[in-house]
């Protein structure tokens, strides 16, 4: 196994808790654990976490499961390869216990997932999964530690980010003119709030209620930005579909750029590279879950021309480093939009599978595209990589992503005051 740092997650038990979590024998797992067999299923993996099953290459977890007649193939030759793993790199032993499971003739489909092909599930290559719904030949891969999107290089980020707490603002009664028609960024949890108000905390930063929501007002090195923070859930209170439109109305923003964190899709991106959208695919909107498969049918939302080149030139001269000084790279592209929060291997590979040219993801960019595009107003969405997807998902990189994030974004703003970004021209009826 790749070796981490002290701390860092490791992906494959992310995944074994992912199966486990899934498994209609998790009510026997914990009964055989002594633990209540009736908790909810995000409680059942803390529980097992809390009591060691975890550790040390899941030792304690094996001997549960050999216990066991009905654990899917799936699950036990997941745990067995992994245990193996981490003996041979601790220099012990095989573990003695050979898994009785094994050699039971029964296998079983766990929540939509099953293995298929050789019951020899390699520990250094992906097990082929089949995907609940999906068409047939689709296919898809349930990563491990080893092929886990660039498991081996990914480090602590070295950043304890921003805090609210550390950014004074001085309060407007009124938003004068001359602080509307300005880039319009749109931030959603607080890490990305805090990294944005951070950057623009070198000069003054000031706030306003508008239209019932909170805006602040400063500039990016010298080019003067609006921000504006929703709540989580694009149909919430006040979430964007309710809040941007009424913002927009008021500021009339020159243009809107989402900013903040997503998850990255893997191969060659690193955690804190910046995905940037070409078009945001809006893969839960209308989608049809019939028996032969589900079927994506959401739009796909291009953002605009003018918004596009200022961030593919905002890459000259831009550089960001991770703490081993590796480089933070930005990578163009169409990203996965909808509203569900992606940290499971086999969604995100049905994803994947049926829209190959993604290089993320994230929740907010369909809204933003929404508003937009309703209104003739640039937009784009630009956001840093803090995990992916894969059910290995902390906080961990979150600030360091969208610290990067709107170091990007500073740039395509100034880019943006030099070159001008018209407004889209509203066709003629």
Not at 222 to 234: I, K, M, P, Q, Y
Not at 397 to 408: C, D, E, G, L
Request: glycine share 10%.
């Amino acid at each position: 196994m790749p070796p981490r740092r002290a701390g860092e997650p490791d992906p494959e038990i992310g995944n074994i808790r992912s199966l486990l979590q899934r498994s209609v024998e998790l009510e026997n797992i914990l009964e055989a654990a002594g633990l209540p067999p009736n908790l909810q299923r995000s409680d059942a993996m803390n529980y097992l976490s809390d009591h060691g099953y975890f550790r040390d290459g899941c030792e304690k977890l094996l001997p549960l499961l050999d216990k066991l007649e009905n654990i899917p193939k799936a699950v036990v030759e997941r745990v067995r390869n992994y245990n193996t793993a981490f003996r041979q790199d601790a220099g012990l032993p095989p573990n003695p216990i050979q898994l009785g499971a094994l050699s039971r003739p029964f296998e079983r489909s766990d929540a939509g997932v099953s293995v298929v092909g050789s019951s020899d599930v390699s520990f250094s290559a992906p097990a082929t999964l089949a995907i609940a719904g999906a068409p047939a030949g689709a296919g898809a891969y349930l990563s491990n530690s080893s092929c886990s999107p660039c498991a081996a290089e990914e480090t602590d980020p070295g950043y304890q980010g921003a805090h609210l707490s550390s950014i004074n603002t001085k309060f407007l009664d009124d938003v004068e003119d001359s602080r509307r028609k300005k880039p319009l960024l749109v931030v959603i949890n607080e890490t990305e709030l805090a990294e944005t108000l951070q950057a623009m905390s070198k000069n003054d930063v000031f706030e306003a209620q508008v239209v019932g929501y909170i805006v602040y007002f400063g500039d990016l090195d010298g080019t003067a930005v609006s921000v504006a923070r929703f709540g989580v859930g694009v149909d919430s209170l006040n979430g964007l579909m309710l809040g941007l439109p009424k913002v927009c109305d008021e500021l009339k923003p020159s243009c809107i750029i989402n900013v903040g964190v997503a998850f990255g899709k893997g191969g060659k991106q690193r955690l804190g590279d910046v995905l940037v959208s070409r078009f945001v695919i809006c893969y839960d909107q209308n989608e049809r879950h019939g028996v032969a498969g589900n079927d994506f049918r959401g739009a796909k939302h291009e953002v605009s021309q003018e918004a596009l080149a200022a961030a593919q030139g905002a890459q000259v001269g831009w550089l960001k480093k991770r703490s081993d000084e590796s480089r933070c790279e930005v990578h163009v592209g169409p990203l996965l939009s909808g509203q569900a929060l992606v940290d499971n291997p086999q969604f995100k590979a049905e994803l994947l599978t049926r829209h190959s040219e993604a290089i993320g993801g994230e929740m907010e960019g369909q809204g933003i595209s929404s508003v937009a595009l309703h209104r003739y107003v640039p937009w784009i969405v630009i956001k840093g990589i803090c995990d992916w997807g894969d059910g290995t998902k902390n906080k961990v990189w979150q600030p360091f992503a969208a610290h990067v994030a709107v170091s990007f974004v500073t740039q395509v703003v100034k880019r943006m005051k030099r070159l001008g970004v018209p407004s889209i021209r509203k066709p003629e009826m």
